[in-house]
């Protein structure tokens, strides 16, 4: 009895873990049990989906590399000075986080298309980003950022700040601290954002295909042709999905690897 | 190594050690600057602190900044390390300008050169060792940082360590790599905060004896900061007293502790400090006759000290005997107050001995006179100490 009452509470944990773990699984897991390794291979084999593949890695890798060289510094700012509308700032850059994919596509229309904000300005300069593989970039910048810059901040913001004070001392000017003593030690809470937002860059659907459109070879990533066979080819659509899972799952898990203690020590 | 240099320093005669950084502004500097040393007048606020006040450390030489915790003693060590920039103010350290409000200048931490300790050492936890000591050597070619950081450890007796990272030594290893790395790119003045404070109880004695030996060999002022009297005495060849942002008392610690300015710096010294008013004898008159206080709840005490009014009168423990309450009075003791055993608590081969005047007072004695009084919480005895040994303060 007394056994029982002491135990409700630890079951009751596991019950729902239990349930959180089944819903959350079963999804990725019946893409795997739905195509066979024949249909996956198939899937490979056809030049659409390589295709979209190649683009996928190569937009989310750009878009990727523009959020680390921006955003790593604006986050290392934005946590380690005090300043009037910094909570403000930080809260707007958190935004697109919270924004339906629909709202921001419309709204980077809004800004970068023809008859855009900016819609002139990038004309004159002979940039064309709407319906262009540049705009995918875009696109995938604007909603993967703040996953990066959040994680930075906090990242930046766990640094010890006498490490940066020691570095001072020690002769080593703002530059240099921030490159020889916060960034190493923020490397970890770093990385980890930089998975997430390359997650979230590689699963981008909708704010892509309001601004970019759905062009093979030269907006078509792997979400859209997902959804682009999905009405006439499941099993196509199935294994197309199932190759993405794999591919995002491989990324974060390396990137989660290289990023454990130690492991970059040869960066160091 | 290098006493030529500090008799140089000692005597006035230049910049000695604190040559080679950036020694062509000497000449910029008045005279009132002095050689080698380290100057500083600072008036800022800090939340609720006013920190007001004037210091000046020669070199060779290590100042202690002693007081409580929130007196800004750790305000003023990163104001002179550039971490913080104080309102008004100037400092000079070896002919150069550090900061000067009404000049407009203000140098960064990293062209100061200044050796900072930080409190919990503040390693790097991401570099091992030896690379947190070559940290402050880039000016070195690359090839030769790793010999000069094995070097210092090696003086610092922890070249075994070199490739360890800082997360799994003890706090005395910390301690040292800290001094090392501190020490390394050779600077112009050290700041040592609280250097003894993160280590256990065992290895604090040996750290602090290493620390005093450093930094008698030591040729650049040092700046040490701590709420420990009797470390402010090890290791300070003079003691500025800290309380509420001011300096209120510096000297030698003997000085301190024999003349305190205030019941502040008596009780910080470590003494009892008991309250009460002046009965007799305020300005100690011609023939000698000790001042007399009625102390605050019962009592009277007697001093040498002139007070009047209301007055602080303090006594170190290691003044006050104990004996078996009616005991004959003798010898010169003329203080003679009954009190009551609160604690006895013994601290190395010495006895503390907590008593109820009523007001607390604190007796240190031999554990032969525990036996011999069979001192325990509740026992009566008498505390007795001499006229000589009370000092009296305003209040």
């Known amino acids: 009895m007394s056994r029982a009452r002491r135990l409700w509470f630890p079951a009751l944990l596991f019950a729902a873990l239990a349930v959180a773990a089944a819903f959350l699984v079963l999804p990725v897991l019946a893409i795997f049990l739905q195509t066979s390794p024949g249909r996956l291979l198939d899937s490979l084999g056809d030049a659409s989906a390589r295709e979209a593949l190649r683009l996928s890695l190569v937009t989310t890798a750009i878009a990727i590399a523009v959020v680390v060289v921006v955003g790593t510094p604006a986050a290392y700012l934005l946590s380690t000075r005090r300043f009037r509308g910094r909570a403000l700032l930080a809260t707007l850059l958190e935004l697109p986080l919270v924004l339906p994919p629909a709202v921001a596509g419309i709204g980077l229309l809004a800004a970068l298309g023809p008859q855009g904000l900016l819609g002139g300005l990038l004309d004159e300069l002979g940039i064309a980003l709407v319906l262009q593989t540049a705009g995918v970039v875009v696109a995938l910048v604007f909603v993967s950022a703040p996953f990066h810059l959040r994680a930075a901040q906090s990242a930046f913001a766990a640094v010890d700040r006498r490490w940066l004070e020691a570095s001072r001392t020690l002769g080593a000017g703002e530059a240099r601290t921030f490159a020889r003593v916060a960034v190493p030690a923020a490397l970890p809470g770093l990385a980890a954002g930089l998975a997430l937002a390359w997650g979230r860059a590689l699963g981008e659907f909708g704010a892509t295909l309001m601004f970019a459109g759905s062009f093979r070879g030269i907006t078509q990533t792997v979400p859209l042709a997902i959804y682009d066979r999905f009405a006439t080819d499941f099993d196509g659509a199935l294994a197309l999905s199932a190759v993405l899972v794999a591919v995002s799952a491989a990324l974060l898990l390396s990137v989660k690897l290289l990023a454990r203690d130690g492991a970059l020590d040869g960066l160091r | ?395």
Not at chain 2, 9 to 20: E, I, V
Not at chain 2, 142 to 166: H, I, M, Q, S, T
Not at chain 2, 262 to 267: E, L, N, P, R
Request: include cysteine; charged fraction near 20%.
């Open chain 2, 1 to 395: 190594m290098g006493s030529a240099e500090r008799a140089g320093a000692d005597a006035g005669a230049g910049a000695g050690a604190a040559a080679g950084r950036t020694g062509a502004a000497a000449s910029a500097a008045g005279p009132a600057t002095g050689g080698g040393g380290l100057r500083a007048r600072l008036r800022t606020q800090v939340g609720a602190l006013a920190l007001d006040i004037a210091l000046a450390v020669p070199a060779g030489r290590c100042v202690a900044l002693a007081g409580p915790s929130g007196a800004g003693k750790t305000t003023v060590l990163r104001a002179l390390a550039g971490l913080l920039t104080p309102a008004e103010g100037r400092i000079d350290c070896g002919g150069d300008t550090w900061l000067d409000r009404d000049r407009g200048i203000a140098l960064a931490p990293e062209r100061r050169g200044c050796g900072y300790l930080f409190q919990d050492y503040a390693l790097f936890g991401h570099l091992s060792v030896w690379r947190n000591v070559a940290y402050g050597l880039r000016e070195l070619p690359r090839r030769e940082r790793r010999a000069r950081a094995l070097a210092l450890l090696e003086r610092f007796g922890v070249a075994a360590l070199a490739d360890r990272r800082p997360g799994g030594l003890s706090g005395g290893e910390r301690q040292r790599v800290a001094l090392a790395r501190a020490l390394a790119p050779r600077p112009r003045a050290l700041l040592l905060d609280e250097p003894l404070s993160a280590l256990d109880a065992r290895s604090r004695g040996r750290a602090a004896r290493e620390l005093a030996r450093l930094l008698a060999e030591l040729e650049v002022p040092a700046l040490l900061v701590t709420h420990d009297f009797a470390e402010a005495a090890l290791l300070g060849d003079e003691v500025a007293v800290l309380d509420g942002g001011r300096i209120v008392q510096r000297g030698t610690a003997a000085e301190l502790a024999a003349r305190p300015a205030s019941g502040f710096v008596a009780d910080f010294t470590g003494a009892a400090v008991l309250t009460g008013q002046v009965r007799a004898g305020g300005a100690q008159d011609a023939a000698g006759a000790p001042t007399v206080i009625a102390l605050d709840g019962g009592g009277e005490v007697r001093s040498t000290d002139a007070g009047e009014g209301a007055v602080a009168v303090s006594v170190h423990p290691w003044e006050v005997a104990l004996e078996p309450p009616g005991a004959p009075a003798g010898g010169s003791a003329s203080n003679r107050l009954a009190a009551e055993v609160v604690s006895v608590t013994a601290v190395g081969n010495r006895v503390r001995v907590g008593l109820a005047l009523p007001q607390p007072l604190t007796a240190e004695v031999t554990e032969a006179s525990v036996a011999r009084l069979e001192l325990a919480p509740g026992a009566r005895v008498l505390a007795v100490w001499k006229a000589a040994a009370t000092r009296v303060t305003p209040r």
